[in-house]
């Protein structure tokens, strides 16, 4: 189920005190119009009525959409408990009633580029998993052609012309763009499909990819 709070919050440049809907769960079954406005970044936006800034406000969040089996749990740090608690769920993170679906793929994520990508993913109908190995051999690529790079960040990124890109951000500051190659990624997909049946992390990153590749070796 859908649950929110109103918090009040000073607006941090006029210092007006602002009513904020924080939202603890979403269920998009409930409200539905609630998919956009997490994917526009809208749900963390305080607007100030007194001076009309935009300030973002970051809270922890389940977001739940039944129609894909997929809840995500958003947590703008890094928390073992949240990551324990995620796998032991089987129900809705506010109703006991409502029982997850068996398939149900359960993330755990801690910033918020980190949810859009898993939210991309999710509309693109691509498995995150097949994506994080992806980003292991575009970080592989980019090593061996410039051995004192470093790779910081790898998120997956819609165009505004739709196409899909790895937005790649090394230590000089600087992000790059790769392409997406799906048939790269089916391969992928394909080879560590058996691996990918019994996984039940709940915490899928670069980090999962290097952990499934070490067993593989």
């Known amino acids: 189920m859908s649950k929110n709070h109103i ?13 904020f809907t924080a939202w603890e769960s979403i269920n ?5 119009e609630m998919k956009d406005r997490v994917r526009s970044n809208d749900i963390f936006m305080l607007k100030c009525p007194e001076c009309s800034n935009n300030s973002v406000v970051f809270f922890p969040m389940y977001y739940y959409q039944p129609d894909k089996s997929f809840l995500i749990h958003f947590v703008p740090e890094y928390s073992s408990a949240a990551v324990d ?3 032991g769920l089987n129900h809705d993170p506010y109703d006991e009633n409502i029982p997850l679906k068996s398939d149900c793929h ?38 061996n052609k410039d ?3 470093k790779v910081k960040e790898v ?14 951000l090394t230590d000089s500051g600087d992000w790059a763009r790769t392409e997406f190659i799906r048939a790269n990624y089916d391969l992928i997909v394909d080879k560590f ?25």
């Open 85 to 87: 608690f995620m796998k």
């Open 106 to 143: 359960k993330r755990v994520v801690f910033n918020v580029n980190q949810l859009h990508e898993k939210l991309l993913i999710l509309d693109e109908g691509l498995d995150d998993r097949g994506i994080e190995l992806m980003k292991l051999f575009i970080i592989a690529e980019i090593m």
């Open 7 to 19: 918090e009040n919050l000073k607006c941090p440049k006029c210092g007006k005190d602002c009513e």
């Open 193 to 217: 499909m058996v691996d990918l049946l019994s996984d039940s992390e709940v915490v899928i990153n670069i980090q999962w990819a290097m952990n499934l590749l070490d067993k593989k070796m």
């Open 155 to 168: 998120y997956l990124n819609k165009e505004k012309d739709g196409s899909l890109k790895f937005a790649i």
């Open 28 to 32: 998009t079954d409930d409200n539905p």
């Open 147 to 149: 051995k004192e790079s």
